[in-house]
């Protein structure tokens, strides 16, 4: 499986016209942001909004697309930062996360923002796209990936797939046993599948899940224990 040219960087290259995908990088923490396009409908959305939302909104306002959610694979800070900034910008924009997740964002925001609380197995659209929702605890107890099928599929993996790694299981409603379980749900899709993380861990900035399960050592793990001893 070949990666559409500007996710096959080492380096976020942002929009390329007609693909469905925009990936930016942004902060310190080396956080990757996403539009997901629908071009022909003039339809986006942004997955994991970080501070300083400079690139994507001007990717928005360059081709004239409408955003219509927000959506969120969790709700840890660096993932969140750029939410305020959205809800006064589009305050009918719905805010799309996990209820286990709805507890870390800020009430404020919450009280002038749409909340859609999802569940596994729902389904968003994005113009003509839609995205489905997989519930995949261990990072944090509502982190979700988010999935678009297609030719090819595209995987939104948040902090719970990483290019050769998986998110931690050590901070707050993390758990070794729901991560590997998850794990052993995104093992069972389409190997064709492009992952796109939450994070640019490596010099890759998009991987397939046919190459992660030759590659990750926590997607070659076949017990909780042998994830657990992972370093």
């Not at 499986?1 to 990088?25: R, Y």
């Not at 305050?91 to 709805?102: C, K, S, T």
């Not at 790694?165 to 901070?171: H, L, P, V, W």
Request: hydrophobic share 35%; aromatic share 6%.
């Amino acid at each position: 499986m070949t990666l559409p040219s500007h996710l096959n960087e080492t380096h976020a290259c942002g929009e390329l016209k007609n693909e469905p995908i925009a990936q930016f990088e942004i902060g310190s923490y080396k956080n990757f942001v996403y539009l997901i396009i629908d071009w022909k409908r003039k339809k986006a959305a942004i997955v994991d909004p970080q501070y300083e939302l400079t690139q994507p909104l001007q990717c928005l306002q360059k081709h004239q697309l409408e955003l219509t959610a927000i959506f969120l694979t969790h709700t840890h800070f660096d993932h969140i930062a750029g939410v305020p900034e959205l809800t006064q910008k589009f305050p009918h924009v719905p805010i799309v996360a996990h209820r286990q997740d709805l507890h870390r964002l800020d009430p404020r925001t919450m009280s002038r923002a749409k909340v859609k609380a999802i569940r596994d197995g729902d389904s968003v659209a994005v113009g003509d796209l839609e995205v489905q929702v997989i519930h995949t605890p261990g990072h944090s107890a509502g982190e979700c990936c988010y999935l678009i099928q297609g030719s090819p599929s595209y995987l939104f993996t948040g902090d719970t797939v990483f290019i050769r790694d998986c998110g931690r299981t050590d901070i707050d409603t993390g758990s070794n046993e729901d991560m590997f379980q998850s794990l052993q749900r995104i093992k069972k899709l389409n190997p064709k599948t492009i992952i796109l993380p939450g994070h640019h861990y490596q010099p890759e900035c998009a991987t397939t899940l046919e190459k992660e399960l030759r590659e990750s050592p926590p997607m070659r793990c076949k017990n909780v224990g042998e994830l657990a001893s992972l370093p």
